[in-house]
């Protein structure tokens, strides 16, 4: 098969666990955001201050773009993206905590 029948489009996964640091720096970051983005409705401004003032993870998501993983990669396209975050908790001690761990479920679900 060639590369001209093959599909163009490619799921790239990524799984981040970063450790927040200072929640004052990343929730005003993410304030400074909002009110720099002159295209963003008046009530959408005030749900997403409200959002990311009172959830750490909610902040932290408004500052990650998926663009900026691939936006200087030559030849590369972003068709499409979502994100989420989330706060868990953590052990990198633990035998259990696995970056693969939620991959695996969902083999399992897929096969019945």
């Known amino acids: 098969m060639s590369t001209t029948e093959t599909s163009q489009f490619v799921r790239l996964r990524v ?3 970063v450790e927040v640091e200072d929640v004052e720096a990343v929730t005003g970051a993410a304030l400074r955001r909002i009110a720099a983005d002159s295209d963003m409705p008046a009530d959408e401004r005030v749900h997403a201050e ?36 989330e706060g868990i ?20 679900d897929a096969r019945g």
């Open 89 to 108: 908790d953590y052990d990198p001690d633990s035998p259990e905590w696995g970056l693969d761990e939620d991959d695996e479920g969902e083999e399992e």
């Open 50 to 85: 409200s959002a990311v003032t009172e959830d750490t993870a909610e902040a932290l998501a408004y500052l990650v773009d998926p663009f900026d993983l691939v936006g200087e990669v030559p030849g590369v396209e972003l068709a499409q993206a979502s994100w989420s975050s």
């Open 15 to 17: 799984e981040l666990v």
